[in-house]
């Protein structure tokens, strides 16, 4: 005989329309200028080392967005820090994320992908004691415009991807009336 579970309650993940989202405990706090050279001066040589010398990428270090909760491990005082190495195509990007613990980087994570904008506190939403990361990122091109939501979890060794699902859609710059 099997057992089926199902959620009793619905909790929002992402809303596509709101700058600021999650839910779960984290809180937007500005990088401070010591882990604004740390990054420099740890992660991105690595970044470098990772992406190598590329036409369609010159480096534009730009910290995009940060948070603070717990994220490698259970009742951890951390910062996870969204940055973006460089711009390789209209709305793609070669991004990284490092989590800050204690003035160190505890993990730093290097990835292609799209021109992420946003990091948001998902909760423990798999009761490990770590809160998961959602990672806002969208576009517009000739008047329509949409965003995604990604849903990972980050250890000091490894990422794991929960999914993504689309989180908005409009076309008001495309069509009349809107």
């Known amino acids: 005989m099997s057992s089926v579970s199902f959620a009793q309650t619905l909790s929002k993940v992402y809303d596509g329309r709101v700058l600021n989202n999650g839910n779960g405990g984290g809180g937007k706090v500005p990088p401070s200028d010591f882990e604004t050279e740390l990054i420099r001066n740890n992660a991105l040589p690595e970044a470098r080392q990772y992406w190598g010398k590329s036409e369609s990428c010159n480096e534009n270090f730009e910290v995009v967005d940060s948070i603070s909760g717990s994220f490698t491990r259970s009742n951890a005082t951390q910062h996870v820090i969204l940055y973006r190495f460089c711009i390789t195509g209209h709305d793609f990007g ?61 250890s000091s060794v490894s990422v794991r991807k929960f999914g993504w699902t689309h989180v908005y859609a409009d076309n008001c710059g495309a069509k009349s009336p809107c």
């Open 94 to 154: 070669n991004n990284g994320i490092v989590i800050i613990e204690s003035g160190k980087i505890v993990a730093h994570i290097v990835y292609s992908g799209g021109e992420d904008y946003s990091l948001n506190s998902l909760g423990d939403i798999n009761s490990n004691g770590a809160s998961e990361l959602v990672i806002g990122d969208g576009s517009m091109h000739q008047g329509f415009s949409d965003s995604q939501a990604y849903v990972i979890e980050i």
